[in-house]
């Protein structure tokens, strides 16, 4: 069992940055892949980013590469989202999940999840 929760969402201006972390509680994070996804109002969760449960394996959605940084401490039991060129289209609650081991690409698969951090960027 793991448990997430994110933290570090805040109003920011455009062209701002922010850097969104994750806090997982349980022994064996160093074994899971972590994600981050979005869910802007009337949308549907959208992924971002996922790294594997060694960092070996990373992939970043096309939406967000160039801009968004997917990093883990397994130190810490913890994994941030560094966000920069803030955009207001990229204004939605930001959520972390978690699954055993291997990345998979899109919302399905990922078996824990946290309640998720606004993030609002003003034009």
């Known amino acids: 069992q793991v448990q997430l929760v994110e933290s570090g969402g805040r109003l920011v201006q455009a062209g701002g940055s922010l850097r969104l972390s994750c806090a997982a509680s349980g022994r064996t994070f160093s074994s899971y892949a972590m994600g981050w996804f979005r869910q802007a109002p009337g949308k549907e969760r959208e992924f971002l980013s996922a790294?594997?449960?060694?960092?070996?394996?990373?992939y970043t959605a096309d939406s967000v590469k160039g801009r968004f940084t997917m990093s883990r401490d397994n130190a810490k039991n913890t994994v941030y989202l560094q966000m920069n060129s803030l955009k207001p289209e990229d204004t939605a609650v930001y959520f972390c999940?978690?699954?055993?081991?291997?990345?998979?690409?899109?919302?399905?698969?990922?078996?824990?999840w946290g309640q998720g951090t606004q993030v609002t960027v003003s034009s």
């Open positions: 999940a978690a699954r055993l081991y291997r990345i998979v690409v899109g919302t399905a698969s990922w078996n824990y």
């Open positions: 790294l594997s449960w060694d960092g070996g394996s990373t």
